[in-house]
């Protein structure tokens, strides 16, 4: 067990200073943003810091709805958007396009970005464009009591859970399912006294720690199938006027099984920690409400069985790069983020060295 990597600043270097970013102050709800920069992200981050060079320009209220193809050139000549004010199409001519619009847009703006070369969809001459969409299971959870410490407490919001590593079907296959799942576990505090009270006095009682509580939750693995997939609505559009992306996707027995064991392994750790009231809870939640979507746009060798090579570039369309969930073909157990920065730095490096010898 580990204490999770979040993506915060313990400590600022003097490169996090001057794109103006500060210390963790452990008190804010990440997910709601940080007006610190002590959470990574991109508007905390790399776009004020792209912003200084003075090459990005940004254009909000736009809706891309197409990445355009030269069929005399034989790539993408750049990217036409919907003004969401005016409704005005725009059009914005490039010599590379990076994709990045998060999984499901990415494969509906390649899905939308139809010609004469490409009639389904940009670079999907396989017709696997869409499909073996996978995702993180996050249904199963326990909760349980715990006997600790009466005069500790912690402190602030911690911006990362303890971790526990997948231990199932590391180095062979050990269950009846494939993949596996890492844990997420923390303790707290609740307040169990009576909030009836108005004023000073509920003050007062929500001041007051309860008993200790602890929990567990899972992040498993989904198995990649070609049923799993996105298209478009052949019939229905938003109000720019872009088809609505139908999602088919599901659970199946693999991911049950998983949610079973999951639930087994935990309580049998819960108990032997000296737990107690252990409850089990497999929220049965439709997959559009878990996390970390993924695949459509999957990277492979071979153009028969993906749609990108090995430096996320389509295979058929070399000037369009796709460095997002889309692009994984699998899903493995950990957050995913980091790595997809990870790759488009790494193909971002390659596109340019590519742009240099002139071979895009």
């Given amino acids: 067990m580990v204490q999770g990597r979040g993506a915060h600043l313990t400590q600022p270097t003097e490169l996090h200073l001057k794109q103006g970013r500060g210390q963790c102050q452990a008190r804010d709800l990440c997910a709601r943003g940080c007006p610190y920069g002590g959470y990574f992200s991109s508007v905390s981050a790399t776009l004020p810091w792209a912003q200084k060079t003075g090459n990005l320009t940004i254009r909000p209220h736009s809706v891309v709805q197409s990445i355009m193809y030269d069929e005399k050139k034989g790539k993408a000549s750049g990217v036409r958007i919907v003004d ?32 004469s070369r490409f009639p389904d969809g940009l670079g999907n001459d396989n017709g696997l464009l869409g499909k073996h969409i996978i995702f993180h299971n ?34 062979k296959q050990d269950t009846d399912y494939f993949g596996g799942f ?12 009576s909030q009836n009270e108005i004023g000073a006095d509920l003050k007062k009682s929500m001041a007051e720690p309860g008993d200790w509580k602890v929990y567990m939750s899972m992040q498993g693995e989904t198995i990649p199938k070609e049923t799993n997939h996105v298209r478009l609505s052949n019939d229905q559009k938003d109000e720019w006027g872009i088809p609505l992306l139908v999602t088919a996707v599901d659970y199946d027995d693999n991911d049950q099984k998983m949610v079973n064991d999951f639930l087994t392994q935990s309580t049998l750790m ?29 990277m492979g060798h071979d ?33 995913p983020s980091l790595f997809y920065m990870a790759i488009t730095a790494r193909a971002v490096n390659y596109a340019t060295e590519e742009l240099k010898k002139l071979n895009l």
């Fill in 84 to 115: 969401t004010l005016t409704k005005e199409t725009i059009e914005f001519k490039a010599k590379i396009i990076f994709v990045n619009a998060a999984c499901l847009n990415s494969n509906l703006i390649l899905l939308n970005s139809t010609s």
């Fill in 138 to 171: 996050y249904r199963g959870s326990l909760s349980a009591s715990y006997n600790g410490p009466d005069d500790q407490y912690y402190f602030g919001r911690s911006p990362s859970k303890p971790i526990m590593a997948n231990y199932r079907n590391l180095h």
């Fill in 182 to 193: 890492l844990t997420f576990i923390g303790a707290y505090r609740s307040n169990g006294k």
């Fill in 270 to 298: 819960l108990e032997a920690a000296g737990c107690t009231d252990i409850e089990q809870h497999d929220s049965k939640q439709a997959p559009g409400l878990d996390i970390h979507e993924m695949g459509g746009v999957r």
């Fill in 303 to 335: 153009p028969k069985t993906s749609m990108l090579n090995k430096w996320n570039q389509l295979h058929h369309c070399k000037n369009v790069f796709v460095t997002d969930g889309a692009s994984m073909a699998s899903t493995s157990t950990q957050n």
